[in-house]
């Protein structure tokens, strides 16, 4: 009897569990469904996938040069791995194409690597940067851009030789979609295939997963450079996840696609960014999701504000969205099982009378179920009768 009351007891803590984190669902889905819906053009066709065919590339202001591909690939200090970067592209199946490098203000051996590769390929050149960051070198070589297309590309990953072919091909025949990526591979670091990087497929499973997180791998993404341009770009205040950010305002530009077939490859090693950045990588995916939610409703963001302000901390506690960022930043961290930052968190959106109820589901969610205040008098209690 005690053993099937201790199961009745565990499958209520269990739904509990459950209720609490339906009622702490993100705040920012109802924004950014409506931000995916706004993607496609009025009455357009549906492609493969749920891609949309709207207007034809050619028919938008500042298209570029017709189907031509320009490969933008940003390094800072990645000799180690640029090498076979350099050499998939190189493979590439697609005829003619353009590659822009842009060195980050590299220290090691990358300089060289770049203008080796830049010098045997008239279509190639090399950008300089003095150390500004992912964003903004990649925005610096997408400005520069010729192409219709940007390709982008990071320097540890590989791509497969028919991946430009395969995403061009693709873009070609779905004039209404602004963006596809494709499943990956994934590389130990040592090249070895480890193990599959799954993607979402179709609109809506793409839709759905953009509500909590990137919906691409990064490096396997070709967009037009038009819809890249109307949607601003990189945007440099986003030290990490500046390719979320950038999709959930392409999404009001264009469909977004991903392709079944693995055409690139992603390399797991202790030195990329995301194994080196990870805590700053929740903050700023919650960032661009509360961003998203601004923009749906104001119709702009408070980006230039956050960029202004001395410290992510400090625009929290003194910004009007910040009740809102740090309910977002919390949610993070809790489906990260970082509890005790999230709970600290969360106190700034618990004291917001709107965002109070979800903030306190997720609260109630990073408190181990053995530390509850009603656990902790039970405890209490049993001590003074003993």
Known sequence: ?????????????????????RAARPHLDAALR???????PPRADRGVNGGVRGERADERPDAGAAGLVSVVLASRNGARYLPAALASLAAQTLGEFEVLLVDDGSTDATPRLLAAFAAARP??????????????????????????????HDDDDVSAPERLARQRAYL????????????????????????????????????????????FVHGSVMMRRDAYRAAGGYRAPFAVAEDYDLYLRLAAHGALENLPERLYAWRAHPGNTHARRRDEHVFFCALARTLAWERARRGTDSLAAFAAAPSREAFVAGHPLGARLALAWGEGLVREGRVAEA??????????????????????L?????????????????????
């Open 366 to 386: 990073s408190v181990p179920v053995g530390w509850s205040p009603r656990a902790r008098r039970a405890r209490a209690a049993a001590g003074a009768r003993g």
């Open 1 to 21: 009897m005690p053993l099937v009351s201790g199961a009745r007891r565990c499958a209520r803590r269990r739904g509990a569990r459950r209720a609490r984190a």
């Open 34 to 40: 409506g931000a995916v819906r706004r993607a496609a």
């Open 343 to 364: 709970r600290a968190v969360l106190g700034r959106a618990l004291a917001d009378a709107r965002l109070a109820p979800a903030a306190a589901a997720w609260w109630a």
């Open 123 to 152: 279509r190639a050149r090399v950008l300089r940067a003095g150390g500004v960051g992912p964003a903004a070198a990649r925005d610096l070589a997408a400005r520069a851009a010729a192409g219709a297309y940007l390709a982008i």
């Open 172 to 215: 070609d025949a779905h004039p209404g979609t602004a963006l596809v990526g494709s499943a990956a591979d994934v590389l130990d670091a040592d090249g070895r295939v480890t193990g599959a990087y799954p993607v979402p497929l179709g609109a809506r499973a793409i839709a759905r997963a953009l509500r909590r997180a990137p919906a």
